[in-house]
């Protein structure tokens, strides 16, 4: 089965373009997207990518789209254009967030993202894998002795700083081809997303949403 995935949630992304074999997936081919260019560019990295490698959309058997936690432009970015390729030729989705694709690619089971204004995007088995938005004061209510996976400084620095026992783990940031690695097992057990229902792993309620209350409340 030919699969497509589609990771716009970080400060970069990516499109990917691999094959599932059994459980595991061989990659062909990976492309770059620029960060704050995809709703621009990220429909035609996917059709430049089925193109060289002689690939119809409707020759894919699922795309695999990273749904969050991230920027909220980059999630809807990628959720729409998931979407819209899934609904225009038939195709089967598999969501996948990126604090897992982390914390698999890793090799452990926690990860943190930088989420901005001091707070973490955290992924903690306890003992099942739940994911939140953690500042400082909410780090520090958290007993927690696992290893981390981290892949930027803003989040290896406030855990250094809130959890100074904890191992933090070093990877190169999320991508794509991971998602499709991640997502082999729920493909094969066709655990497909329900695209009425499919919607971004935001973790944080938008800026129109805090700021907007914030106004009708004063």
């Known amino acids: 089965m030919l699969l497509l995935g589609i990771d716009t949630c970080g400060p970069s992304g ?3 373009l691999g094959r599932l074999t059994g459980d595991s997936v061989d990659l062909a081919a990976q492309k770059e997207l620029a960060g704050r260019t995809y709703s621009a560019t990220v429909v035609a990295a996917v059709e430049e990518l089925l193109t060289s490698h002689a690939i119809r959309l409707v020759d894919i058997g699922c ?3 990273v749904n969050g936690p991230g920027s909220f432009t980059g999630v809807r970015v990628g959720l729409s254009a998931a979407k819209g ?3 225009g030729a038939g195709i089967p989705v598999v969501a996948i967030s990126r604090l897992e694709v982390l914390s698999h690619k890793a090799g452990v089971a926690a990860a943190a993202l930088d989420a901005h ?3 973490l995007f955290l992924r903690i088995a306890d003992p099942e894998p739940r994911e939140l938005l953690a500042g400082a004061d909410d780090l ?3 007993s927690f002795l696992a290893p ?3 892949c930027d400084d803003a989040a290896a620095a406030l855990l250094e700083q809130t959890w100074p026992g904890i191992a933090r783990v070093p990877a190169a940031a999320p991508t794509a081809a991971d998602a499709l690695s991640v997502a082999a097992a729920a493909i094969s057990a066709r655990q497909f997303a ?4 499919l919607d971004g792993n935001y973790l944080r309620r938008s800026d129109a949403e ?9």
């Not at 805090?210 to 009708?216: R, S």
């Open 14 to 16: 990516s499109v990917a």
């Open 63 to 65: 795309i695999v789209v």
């Open 85 to 87: 390729l899934a609904e």
């Open 117 to 119: 204004r001091h707070e």
């Open 140 to 142: 520090a209510r958290i």
């Open 148 to 150: 981390v996976a981290v």
């Open 194 to 197: 329900d695209l009425a229902l």
């Open 210 to 218: 805090i700021f907007g209350n914030a106004v009708i409340k004063s």
